[in-house]
């Protein structure tokens, strides 16, 4: 088992990069590896509620965020720093996450085995 | 020596990291580590399109990728659902799907992505591009 922390840079339906992240990020933790997730930048703007990305031809692949618990991927941090950015708060999300520094980031993935950036 | 598993994700063309990607396995193997595989996922998966024909003059990435497979028994593996969704095909895929014409052909092989995670499992490190 590795430590595998899965990081999320970009806005979510105007490329296909946060799709095919959290796709490997829910197979990797069925592969029984332990996986975490950061939100960061325009990524963070996946977490968002009340989306309807179907009205943009994009699947609505953002509704398996509710199924991170049953997969046992229990550590989601958002960045502090782009939550200012982007003027978000804890109510605009639509699934638990924890928010952290960019110190505290830093040492998440000093901690983590691989990290792989989508 | 290390071993290391590969992740391409930008096409053979437009775009560097696919042309760093290969660059660096072969330097990798040249200086002994292992390589255990290449794989393609999100727009990686356009390296292995058989029908990538670039000008005589220019760098052929999908040829280098074959080879490195010749030379060095690297597998080539894709994200078969990544493929599908660009119209990446194997002989298989094109006869499931009623098509007449497929674009993948060996020695690129179509995996899932449980082949990405099983690779991270294995080597000591991944590299993605």
């Not at chain 1, 720093?81 to 639509?94: A, H, I, K, Y």
């Not at chain 2, 042309?19 to 393609?40: D, L, P, W």
């Not at chain 2, 493929?83 to 052909?105: I, P, T």
């Amino acid at each position: 088992m590795k430590k595998l922390c899965i990081i999320f840079r970009q806005a979510p339906h105007g490329t296909a990069h946060g799709r095919e992240g959290l796709d490997l990020s829910l197979l990797s933790a069925s592969f029984e590896q332990e996986v975490s997730l950061i939100f960061t930048d325009e990524g963070l703007l996946t977490l968002l509620q009340d989306q309807d990305p179907e009205s943009v031809g994009a699947k609505d692949y953002i509704a398996t965020l509710g199924a991170l618990p049953l997969y046992d991927i229990e550590t989601v941090l958002v960045c502090q720093d782009s939550m200012l950015e982007l003027g978000l708060q804890q109510t605009d999300f639509r699934i638990d996450v924890e928010q952290r520094s960019a110190e505290e980031i830093s040492s998440h993935l000093a901690n983590a085995d691989e990290v792989i950036v989508f | 020596m290390s071993k290391f598993i590969i992740q391409v994700n930008s096409a053979a063309y437009g775009c560097a990291s696919s042309y760093s990607a290969y660059r660096f396995a072969k330097a990798a193997i040249e200086n002994g580590h292992s390589i255990e595989k290449v794989f393609f996922y999100q727009d990686g998966v356009l390296n292995t399109n058989h029908l990538n024909s670039p000008a005589s003059d220019e760098f052929d990435l999908k040829q280098a990728w074959i080879d490195l497979h010749q030379r060095h028994g690297v597998a080539l593996v894709n994200c078969v659902s990544a493929a599908l969704r660009r119209g990446v095909l194997s002989e298989s895929d094109a006869k499931e799907n009623q098509y007449s014409h497929w674009n993948m052909q060996p020695p690129f092989i179509m995996g899932g992505l449980g082949e990405l995670v099983i690779g991270i499992e294995t080597a000591d490190r991944l590299v993605s591009f």
